[in-house]
């Protein structure tokens, strides 16, 4: 029982370091460094945190963008979550203005 604990307890501190260095890159990499949808990878795991309190974001891939309308597009992420020993994937779609940059739309599709 001790050794599964300390296993989870690692596993839990492990992803939460991952998702902490994601966080890390999109926030402090410099602006030329960035790619392009960072400002919406930060917010789609600081909204999927929002969401989902209790899981942990172990993995992260920019799906891609599409346009939506001819005044709006939309950013798709993929999270790999985890919460104990439940492991799923996560589609955040992300709908925004593309003049402004206002958010228009925060979807979420649980997948496989």
Same mark, same amino acid.
């Given at each position: 029982?001790?050794?599964?604990?300390?296993?989870?307890?690692?596993?839990?501190?492990?992803?939460?370091?991952?998702?902490?260095?994601?966080?890390?890159?999109? @926030?402090?990499? +410099?602006?030329?460094?960035?790619?392009? *949808?960072?400002?919406? !990878? &930060?917010? $789609?795991?600081?909204? #999927?945190? @929002?969401?989902? +309190?209790?899981?942990?974001?172990?993995? *992260?891939?920019?799906? !891609? &963008?599409? $346009?939506?309308?001819? #005044?709006?597009?939309?950013?798709?992420?993929?999270?790999?979550?985890?919460?104990?020993?439940?492991?799923?994937?996560?589609?955040?779609?992300?709908?925004?203005?593309?003049?402004?940059?206002?958010?228009?739309?925060?979807?979420?599709?649980?997948?496989?």
């Amino acid at each position: 029982m001790h050794s599964s604990m300390n296993m989870f307890l690692t596993r839990s501190f492990l992803a939460t370091l991952a998702a902490s260095l994601l966080l890390f890159f999109f @926030q402090y990499a +410099p602006a030329n460094a960035q790619p392009p *949808y960072a400002k919406w !990878g &930060r917010l $789609a795991m600081q909204e #999927t945190m @929002q969401k989902y +309190p209790h899981a942990q974001i172990v993995d *992260y891939l920019h799906v !891609g &963008r599409i $346009a939506k309308t001819p #005044t709006t597009s939309e950013e798709t992420f993929k999270l790999l979550l985890q919460q104990g020993n439940r492991r799923w994937a996560l589609l955040v779609h992300i709908e925004f203005e593309n003049q402004t940059e206002r958010v228009v739309n925060i979807t979420y599709e649980e997948t496989v």
